[in-house]
């Protein structure tokens, strides 16, 4: 079974703070994928990454950065962590090419008090 | 936490009836579609997908029809079970956008003992 794990379930940092979100996917996916998730607004993707050390903006890039220095690691950094940052943040991954599918993490639920 | 749930349509159904749930799409040219399943707490989970070049797909317990002309999707759940209260989401393919996926807002189905 392909495996998605994200390094807290439940994270409280303040305002200001940077925040480091990890994931991890254990099935050599090329692509991986933030999302972050609010009641009525569904899944909006933050960044993407079809490679090592590749990263594309998705729809709400702005506040976050990325890193993928490893093809099963995707982090989600939060330069300076702003109350309106929380929400549920959900990593995925899924193979190139024709691969879509999509395989989730658990998700982290992050507070910014 | 406050549920993925709160401010989606809802549907209400009896255990052991059927329950369709609907989704509009938006890009005509997408030809990769997919249905998620989102327990509380949890990553949406993969249930079932569909490509353009067919209108029906079945799985256990599952199908999903696909109507090009008119851009609608549907996942039909036989025999409704306690566990398949949940969110569901549809997500499309987007067309050129590297492996990426569009999703919808979510159903929320809550099932009646």
């Known amino acids: 079974d392909v495996k998605v794990t994200q390094s807290s379930r439940y994270l409280v940092k303040r305002t200001g703070e940077k925040v480091f979100l990890e994931c991890v996917q254990d099935?050599?996916?090329?692509?991986m994928f933030w999302y972050r998730q609010d009641p009525g607004l569904g899944l909006r993707l933050i960044y993407f990454s079809y490679d090592v050390k590749m990263k594309e903006k998705g729809d709400i890039p702005e506040g976050y950065s990325v890193s993928r220095e490893k093809k099963e690691r995707f982090s989600l950094i939060l330069e300076s962590a702003s109350t309106n940052q929380t929400s549920m943040y959900l990593c995925?991954?899924?193979?190139?090419?024709?691969?879509?599918?999509?395989?989730f993490g658990p998700g982290t639920r992050l507070t910014v008090t | 936490g406050e549920s993925v749930g709160l401010h989606l349509p809802t549907l209400s159904v009896q255990e052991g009836d059927n329950s369709i749930i609907n989704c509009a799409y938006s890009?005509?040219?997408?030809?990769?579609f997919i249905w998620y399943k989102q327990e509380s707490g949890k990553g949406p989970q993969f249930i079932i997908d569909i490509r353009s070049n067919m209108d029906k797909r079945q799985g256990q317990r599952v199908t999903v029809l696909l109507n090009k002309t008119v851009k609608h999707l549907s996942l039909q759940i036989a025999a409704t079970q306690p566990g398949d209260s949940a969110v569901y989401f549809c997500?499309?393919?987007?067309?050129?956008?590297?492996?990426?996926?569009?999703f919808g807002k979510g159903n929320q189905v809550v099932v009646i003992p």
């Open positions: 997500a499309e393919n987007v067309p050129g956008g590297n492996n990426r996926l569009a």
């Open positions: 995925a991954s899924s193979f190139g090419l024709a691969g879509y599918e999509q395989y």
């Open positions: 890009n005509s040219a997408s030809d990769y």
């Open positions: 099935m050599d996916h090329e692509n």
